[in-house]
């Protein structure tokens, strides 16, 4: 008998986790986007004639895009449902991986990318909130952060298919190189349309449109027969509380909930990790290494950030989110120290620099990296949870934007030292925040998270009650 639970906990285990992996490679479209440019870049410097801003703004202006998409995720998601709205990003990611590749001018290929943007801007959104709606609580925490080993894992593997593009003669890297390392983006971004045929909606959002039924099958299943029933029982108590309005976000009990998204949001950025992601090379140029070398030191940062972002799917949901947080917060914000005095020094030890780059980039990849994003989407109630998690995730990529478009301007303006010093403040800034505001999600459901934020500032309202 009790074999006979253990088989049918682990079969729906396997499901939940198949489902998972699923809407994760939409994660490894946002890795390919984001690392892909990186080798593309000198190339078309050359061949369009390029100068710094338009150089920078090549780089930066997929961020824009995200920013709209994710802007847009919220709401329609909320209204025609998680699994479309994922179908469409890949569709529109595709679009703009073959606009990109096949541009002959600038305004196009800043448009393409603008284009793939959106897809990612939406994917970033909606793959951590589906996978939370739909997992059991005790694995959520690992099961989300699927999401961000695929982007990893996007990251470091489009750098090895760069390389292997880009052997050609140099005329031909020159016209033609970049081309199919932008376009071959619809590879994966057609694979992910495909497959996310095989998953089923997510039963919070059905069981909000009204539609139990289906929801009750889905929980059945994820979760089997009788979890199903308590389950869909929860989720309805909790929607039957909330008002559907964004309003509701402003009230004290969830503006919380609203400041704990946001200010994690642009924390995970302005602790400085896409200095280090998109311009790692310049920063290693800086300490005087060869080209090889910055090549070398690239590979490597891409190989700790996946060891230990793995390091942190198991920890997860054993340690905690909060837990994960600081600890990262605080070798952060020392590494970051050690590499601002190490170029403020007469003779800067690129062996040092190297070392504690390296540090805080496996600190992120324990704690700020998955942590933020499975974060965001646990936090909000259920009828609003798509919009509300838009707006931490807009938060996030404009400061994504800030970060990346100001780095290089810092960088040759007050120089590293400075720069990695304010990023190490607001490592400070990180761990004060945490410690006192970010609630622990371990363990918890989604709709115990919901009334946890009633009951801590008391705002259990009237209207809000159950009658
Ligand atoms: C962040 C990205 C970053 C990546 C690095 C993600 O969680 O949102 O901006 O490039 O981690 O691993």
């Given at each position: ?38 080798g ?73 990318r ?25 694995f959520?925490?690992r099961?989300?952060?699927?999401n961000?080993?695929?982007v ?6 489009i ?57 009750l099958r ?73 080209t ?11 190989l700790?950030n ?6 942190s ?35 800067p ?13 496996a ?12 974060v ?25 934007y ?45 709709e ?14 009237p ?5």
């Amino acid at each position: 008998m009790e074999q006979q639970s253990l088989n049918r906990d682990q079969i729906h285990m396997g499901f939940v986790t198949l489902v998972s992996v699923v809407a994760a490679v939409g994660g490894l479209l946002f890795g390919y986007d984001t690392s892909v440019i990186s080798g593309a870049i000198g190339f078309m410097q050359t061949l369009f004639h390029l100068n710094d801003f338009m150089k920078g703004w090549a780089v930066s202006c997929l961020t824009v895009g995200a920013v709209i998409g994710a802007a847009f995720a919220g709401f329609l998601s909320d209204r025609f449902g998680r699994k479309k709205m994922l179908v469409v990003a890949g569709l529109i990611f595709s679009i703009g991986s073959i606009g990109s590749g096949l541009a002959n001018e600038m305004t196009v290929f800043v448009t393409a990318r603008i284009i793939g943007g959106i897809g990612i801007g939406v994917t970033s959104t909606l793959v951590p909130l589906y996978i939370a709606e739909i997992s059991p609580a005790k694995f959520r925490g690992r099961l989300v952060s699927l999401n961000q080993l695929a982007v990893v894992i996007g990251i470091s593997a489009i750098y090895f298919v760069n390389r292997a593009i880009a052997s050609g003669p140099p005329e031909w890297d020159i016209t033609t190189s970049w081309r199919w390392m932008l376009g071959l983006g619809i590879i994966p971004g057609v694979l992910f349309m495909i497959l996310l045929f095989t998953v089923p909606e997510s039963p919070r959002w059905l069981q909000k449109q009204g539609d139990s039924s289906r929801a009750l099958r889905v929980l059945e299943r994820l979760n089997g027969p009788t979890e199903a029933k308590a389950q869909l029982e929860e989720i309805n108590e909790s929607i039957k509380r909330e008002t559907g309005s964004l309003a509701a976000l402003f009230r004290p009990g969830f503006r919380i909930a609203l400041v704990v998204g946001v200010v994690l949001g642009i924390l995970q950025q302005v602790t400085g990790i896409n200095a280090i992601m998109y311009y790692a090379p310049s920063i290693f140029q800086n300490t005087g290494a060869g080209t090889n070398a910055q090549l070398t030191e690239t590979v490597i940062i891409g190989l700790v950030n996946l060891v230990f972002t793995i390091i942190s799917l198991w920890l997860i949901d054993r340690v905690g989110r909060k837990v994960l947080l600081l600890i990262g917060a605080a070798v952060m914000a020392i590494s970051l120290f050690i590499v601002g005095f190490e170029f403020n020094s007469a003779s800067p030890s690129s062996m040092l620099i190297l070392t504690f780059i390296l540090v805080f980039v496996a600190a992120f990849a324990i704690s700020f990296g998955p942590v933020v994003w499975l974060v965001i989407s646990e936090i909000f109630p259920t009828r609003i949870r798509g919009r509300a998690t838009a707006i931490a995730s807009v938060a996030l990529w404009a400061a994504d934007y800030l970060v990346s478009q100001s780095f290089p301007v810092l960088l040759s303006g007050v120089g590293p030292a400075k720069t990695f010093w304010m990023f190490g403040v607001m490592s400070i800034l990180a761990f004060v925040f945490t410690i006192s505001v970010v609630p622990e999600t371990k363990g918890r459901s989604l709709e115990e998270i919901e009334r946890g934020w009633g009951r801590k500032t008391r705002i259990n309202h009237p209207e809000h009650r159950p009658k």
